[in-house]
């Protein structure tokens, strides 16, 4: 069973930088294919998606971040990352990684929350102006 656990939000004034990490713990079998996503979410609105990234290296970006958030993996530690630059206050929000089990991510598929199985706890970002 896959469990993922969120960490590194915080509070920064406009212009900081974070970054979040994911830790995957669990396993599947080894030729399944995986998509991870970072979706953030403030109170009273739906989840949005930030980005996501696949095991063919496939990544994908709200127009909103593109520029200052990059998705990466390191594998050796199965740990996914969220490094944010250049964060504004509209970036407040929980932020939250998602993992899809045997299945790619695909641009058409990205702002759905619906699709992916597996959630962390999720960890706070607060950025004040």
């Known amino acids: 069973q896959v469990r993922l656990s969120e960490s590194g939000g915080g509070s920064v004034q406009a212009g900081g930088s974070l970054r979040l990490s994911c830790v995957v713990t669990?396993?599947?079998?080894?030729?399944?294919?995986?998509?991870v996503g970072w979706f953030r979410q403030v109170q009273g609105k739906e989840r949005e998606a930030v980005a996501s990234?696949?095991?063919?290296?496939?990544?994908y970006y709200v127009s909103s971040v593109e520029g200052r958030f990059v998705i990466s993996r390191d594998a050796s530690e199965n740990t996914f990352y969220l490094s944010m630059s250049d964060l504004e206050p509209e970036d407040t929000a929980m932020y939250y990684c998602?993992?899809?089990?045997?299945?790619?991510?695909?641009?058409?598929?990205?702002?759905?929350?619906?699709?992916?199985?597996?959630w962390g706890q999720g960890t706070q970002v607060t950025v004040s102006s």
């Open positions: 669990g396993s599947v079998p080894r030729e399944y294919r995986w998509c």
């Open positions: 998602a993992r899809r089990i045997n299945a790619r991510c695909f641009k058409a598929d990205f702002a759905r929350p619906d699709l992916y199985g597996v």
């Open positions: 990234f696949d095991d063919f290296k496939d990544s």
